[in-house]
């Protein structure tokens, strides 16, 4: 019976383990008040606000941001929030950004968090005088990136939920191993 409760006590060790990093929820990271003026000149500072949403635990570690990456180029830099001290409405951290492009040309512009390195929606803008031969804004693809809601499926608590049981079952089977009268010769 002893074997059974050490058993028991181990596997809930190990369930209790797993169940905080499972049950960690995402992060958010959004622009209050829209991208960057649509006449912006290289060398012109945008000052953009980002919200900033998540547990507490996970928003004492974000670093958010803006990532621009030059289309032509592909040359990038991110430039870090810093923070507010401010919240939102609905408990949002607010952070204030300095972005400056460096060059004209047309210029992509992600969200960063800086703590899962997810990149979140973002957009384009042209710097400076489009050339003539450029494409309308509109038909630029916007860059591919990470949903800045909580809309996607949960996959961390699954695997923790399968990884718990997976762990029960090996210390009941243990459990159960121990407890086996052996057979005499």
Same mark, same amino acid.
């Given at each position: ?15 209790? !383990?797993?169940? @905080? ?7 958010? *990271?959004?622009? $209050?008040? &829209? /991208? ?51 919240? !939102?409405?609905? @408990? ?7 972005? *400056?492009?460096? $060059?004209? &040309? /047309? ?79």
């Amino acid at each position: 019976m002893r074997r059974l409760l050490t058993a028991a006590a181990l596997t809930l060790v190990a369930v209790a !383990a797993l169940a @905080g990093p499972a049950s960690a929820k995402d992060m958010s *990271v959004s622009l $209050s008040g &829209g /991208g960057p003026p649509s006449n912006i000149d290289p060398g012109e500072p945008w000052n953009a606000r980002l919200l900033v949403h998540g547990e507490p635990d996970i928003l004492a570690e974000a670093t958010p941001g803006i990532t621009i990456r030059n289309d032509d180029t592909a040359a990038s830099r991110t430039f870090d929030a810093r923070p507010t001290g401010e919240r !939102a409405p609905d @408990g949002q951290l607010i952070y204030r950004v300095r972005v *400056v492009f460096p $060059s004209e &040309g /047309g210029w992509s512009y992600t969200l960063v968090d800086g703590v899962t390195d997810r990149a979140y929606e973002g957009g384009y803008v042209q710097v400076g005088k489009a050339p003539a031969e450029a494409a309308p804004e509109a038909s630029r693809p916007s860059p591919a990136a990470a949903p800045a809601s909580d809309d996607s499926f949960p996959l961390w608590p699954v695997l923790g939920g399968i990884g718990a049981f997976v762990l029960a079952a090996a210390g009941a089977l243990v459990a159960v191993r121990q407890r086996r009268p052996q057979p005499t010769a």
